[in-house]
């Protein structure tokens, strides 16, 4: 349970940023495929930005917990995945 807290609280730090991509994926085209590959390609570049520069440290919490970067990210990106076929449904079933 307290794991599933961490890594929420890792989420957190991502929710707005995905919230208007996935509004602006679904104002465009509200195409579930289209949607979650570019969440998988965000989460991706995000992920190596993390590896890549000096924010690297910022992680060193959640290692110190025994959660690896690619564990983050992968639960960023399945987590992400769900809320933007919640939203694309609503897209889709109002508009």
């Given at each position: 349970m307290n794991r599933l807290i961490v890594l929420?609280?890792?989420?957190?730090?991502?929710?707005?940023?995905?919230?208007?991509?996935?509004?602006?994926?679904?104002?465009?085209?509200?195409?579930?495929?289209?949607?979650?590959?570019?969440?998988?390609?965000?989460?991706?570049?995000?992920?190596?930005?993390?590896?890549?520069?000096?924010?690297?440290?910022?992680?060193?919490?959640?290692k110190n917990l025994g959660m690896s970067p690619l564990i983050l990210f992968l639960f960023v990106f399945f987590t992400d995945s769900v809320i933007t076929a919640l939203v694309l449904f609503l897209f889709n079933t109002l508009l």
């Open positions: 929420l609280n890792f989420y957190k730090l991502y929710i707005y940023a995905s919230l208007i991509v996935t509004i602006t994926i679904g104002v465009i085209n509200p195409n579930y495929v289209a949607a979650i590959v570019t969440k998988l390609f965000l989460t991706g570049f995000a992920w190596y930005f993390m590896m890549e520069t000096s924010n690297k440290q910022k992680l060193t919490f959640y």
